[in-house]
């Protein structure tokens, strides 16, 4: 069960204003990618906010997590001040990789978080790899694995899979169903139901719905606690929707309008959390509205120390090398 309205309610509005602040920070990249800010390849997280804030606040200090290179809202969410996000991703000095890593390469020791990886479902052997160090360690630590339905039908994923079960490692896998991997429909992609994907390595799964972040706290509780209990990896099959194409460079012409503008009617994860901390939990409508306003003036300011931070100079090419 989700925790009692009296004692959690502040919990729950900083929750919204950290998906908030991811939604409101990816428009802004999408903003500097336009503008010629920021370059290379760019994967925007709007739509499938709540999956990684509701799934966060179970997380603990000695958990590990690891994604793809759909990555800022990770790194936000996780704790990493958004002006260096920013910065990195404008290829700045003074962001959280030195301006190296750019949009997909994002990582933070310090948060536990290992990327950011630029190779669809290369992240996910990576992350079998932190469960095992989570148990030879015996530091109670769960590995959180983040990949979508494209990197779902890569052959590392059951390598992985297999080995997770077979040595009973902590890991939970984090399947992240936005419908279109790259630009194909599942439905056209997989040849069968990805809620299965698991059953024949007995690795069990549970359904979620990624667009509902009460839904995706109370899942993801029940994934992490089953994990801690050294009952071995699970999936969470979680049902999301990312709003923008795959990448800045993807129209999306493989959908249509009216399907996008759908779901943001009627399942958007801020517009739902509003709806609900209003109307069940009797927060007042100006108090989120103002948490906006502030978020919105917050933006601008990281956006402005990414563009005016100075580029790395050249001799930082031959730095950070191990020969």
Not at 284 to 304: G, M, P, R, T, V
Request: proline share 3%; aromatic share 10%; glycine share 8%.
């Amino acid at each position: 069960m989700l925790p009692k309205q009296d004692e959690q309610i502040n919990i729950f509005l900083a929750l919204y204003r950290k998906m908030l602040m991811a939604r409101k920070f990816e428009e802004k990249v999408a903003q500097l990618y336009i503008q010629g800010y920021i370059s290379g390849f760019c994967h925007l997280y709007i739509g499938q906010e709540a999956v990684v804030v509701g799934i966060s606040s179970n997380i603990t200090p000695q958990d590990s997590v690891i994604t793809s290179y759909r990555d800022h809202a990770h790194m936000l969410i996780l704790g990493v001040e958004p002006k260096f996000v920013m910065a990195e991703l404008c290829g700045k000095i003074t962001g959280c990789s030195r301006g190296k890593g750019g949009s997909m390469h994002m990582y933070s020791k310090e948060h536990n978080f290992y990327g950011g990886n630029g190779i669809v479902g290369a992240q996910v052997p990576i992350g079998a790899g932190l469960a095992f160090a989570h148990k030879y360690k015996k530091d109670s630590g769960v590995s959180i694995v983040y990949f979508g339905d494209g990197a779902a039908n890569q052959g590392q994923v059951y390598e992985s899979f297999n080995m997770t079960m077979l040595w009973n490692l902590p890991v939970v896998y984090v399947l992240e169903n936005n419908r279109y991997a790259m630009g194909t429909a599942v439905d056209r992609s997989s040849g069968n139901n990805l809620k299965n994907r698991g059953d024949s390595f007995g690795i069990p799964t549970i359904l979620v719905d990624g667009m509902d972040l009460f839904d995706v706290m109370e899942k993801s509780k029940e994934a992490i606690d089953y994990v801690r209990a050294n009952k071995g990896p699970i999936i969470m099959h979680v049902d999301t929707y990312r709003y923008k194409g795959h990448s800045m460079s993807d129209p999306g012409t493989y959908r249509t309008r009216e399907e996008i503008d759908n779901i943001k009617k009627t399942r958007d994860p801020i517009i739902q959390c509003k709806q609900r901390l209003i109307e069940e939990y009797n927060i007042n409508q100006q108090e989120l509205e103002n948490i906006s306003n502030e978020i919105s003036e917050l933006i601008e300011d990281i956006a402005k120390f990414a563009i005016e931070s100075p580029f790395p100079d050249g001799k930082c090419l031959t730095e950070d090398i191990i020969l």
